[in-house]
């Protein structure tokens, strides 16, 4: 068997009837496929790109015109060697990079978001330090005025996710993800909030926490439509109250540019960004890496296991939820690729109105409750089995 099928490819080679009942338990009413351009398929064929294209169901409203607005994530390997000279890297890097968003652009994305720290390999696997001369900054510089151009000339917003260096305060490191406007216009800046501490993710080595919050931010799209969205980076997305602050600060669409490998993640991966959708009755855009990065020298991870040089399969899969739970069939599990999803913003007010988890979510008992977790005296409210007293 084909090592790289998933549980989606597995349900499609069923009968029908079976397929239409398991895809319901799995995902929900399933989701309406995009006619593509068969040129432009055939073109993408030769250049090894994957693309998939759906539409969400969503209600007519009486009162609210539409709020459509097409959504991609682009997820791919790092083209480039880790071993190859930097400027080689960003070079080879960049060029892929227009590729993919200039798919994106060819199925008429308004929004597209890049996976985490897309000018680089995952390099925090390694705890070295010379990778940090790849890091750029958010506002001006190589990335930036590469992804301002392709944001001006496709008049798209782009997401974009980087290792960051900010020259302002001290050269500092962080893991951002930078927003540009469909005019090209740096739009501003947010960091990842939690950083892994889990088998090869050594991220702590390079960056600390984030301390900007969870701005969320409001942009026009070419079409007039005006979405709000926030970007929970990749390890944020185990932190229930993470996807919830973007939320409770207006999100519809809440990205997550990821990088993740199989052996450590792949069974939450379907779960958790649409839990959170569920749980928030937001958008989520869950994005993996692909491939397999190796890097020059061998690293150990503290965990007994043997030195290696690289940490394993970044498996893709990335896909779309809608606030009601339903979701897109992901993205491969080892080939770049674009998810283009159309999706209708109403859609969060008409979920919230029907289930209501905005008005019975109970503000106020959880903030007492961390309240009294965030002070030196707190003591657990437990209940005793008599037969355990002394
Ligand atoms: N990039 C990153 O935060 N990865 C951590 C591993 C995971 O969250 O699955």
């Known amino acids: ?15 029908d009837e079976q397929r239409k009942v398991l895809y319901r338990e799995l995902y929900g009413p399933e989701v309406e496929s995009i006619e593509l ?23 007519l409203e009486e009162l609210r015109d539409p ?18 000279p ?42 070295e330090k010379i990778w940090n001369a790849m890091a750029v900054p958010a506002a001006y510089g190589p990335a930036a005025d590469f992804i301002s151009a392709k944001a001006k000339e496709h008049r798209m917003v782009i997401l974009s996710p980087i290792l960051e260096r900010d020259e302002a305060h001290a050269d500092t490191i962080h893991n951002a993800t930078a927003i540009f406007n469909a005019a090209g216009q740096f739009v501003g ?6 950083i892994p501490r889990v088998g090869d993710f050594n991220e702590a080595n390079y960056y600390t926490e984030a301390t900007d919050g969870h701005p969320v931010f409001e942009v026009l799209c070419s079409n007039g439509v005006v979405a709000r969205i926030g970007v929970n980076i990749c390890f944020g997305r185990h932190h229930p109250l993470n996807w919830l602050s973007y939320s409770l600060n207006g999100a519809e669409v809440i990205f997550n540019p990821s990088a993740t490998t199989d052996g450590l993640s792949e069974p939450l991966w379907s779960i958790e960004a649409r ?35 690289d940490f394993g399969h970044f498996y893709g899969s990335s896909y779309v939820t809608a606030p009601n739970g339903q979701r897109t069939p992901g993205l491969s599990r ?3 690729g674009v998810l283009v999803t159309e999706v209708d913003l109403n859609l969060q007010r008409q979920t919230r109105d029907a289930w209501m988890f905005n008005v019975t979510m109970r503000g106020e008992l959880y903030r007492d409750m961390l309240q009294k977790y965030c002070e030196a005296e707190f003591v657990p409210q437990r209940v005793v089995d008599p037969a355990l007293k002394r």
């Open 275 to 309: 839990n959170a959708a569920i749980a928030n009755s937001v958008y989520t855009v869950a994005i993996n890496r692909v491939g397999t990065e190796t890097f020059p020298r061998e690293f150990t991870s503290g965990d007994m296991k043997p030195a290696h040089k």
């Open 334 to 336: 080892a080939e770049d």
């Open 67 to 84: 709020r459509v607005v097409r959504i991609a994530a682009i997820q791919n390997k790092f083209a480039s060697s880790p071993s190859a």
């Open 189 to 194: 800046k947010t960091r990842k909030n939690h």
């Open 1 to 15: 068997m084909n090592q790289h099928r998933n549980v989606l490819d597995v349900v499609d080679s069923l009968p």
């Open 37 to 59: 351009d068969t040129e432009l398929i055939s073109r993408l064929e030769e250049k090894e790109i994957e693309l998939k294209a759906y539409k969400m169901q969503c209600k």
């Open 86 to 127: 930097f400027a080689e890297q960003w070079q080879i890097m960049s060029q892929r990079m227009a590729e993919l968003i200039d798919t994106a652009a060819a199925a008429g994305a308004h929004i597209v978001c890049l996976q985490e720290c897309w000018t680089t390999a995952f390099v925090m696997a390694t705890r």
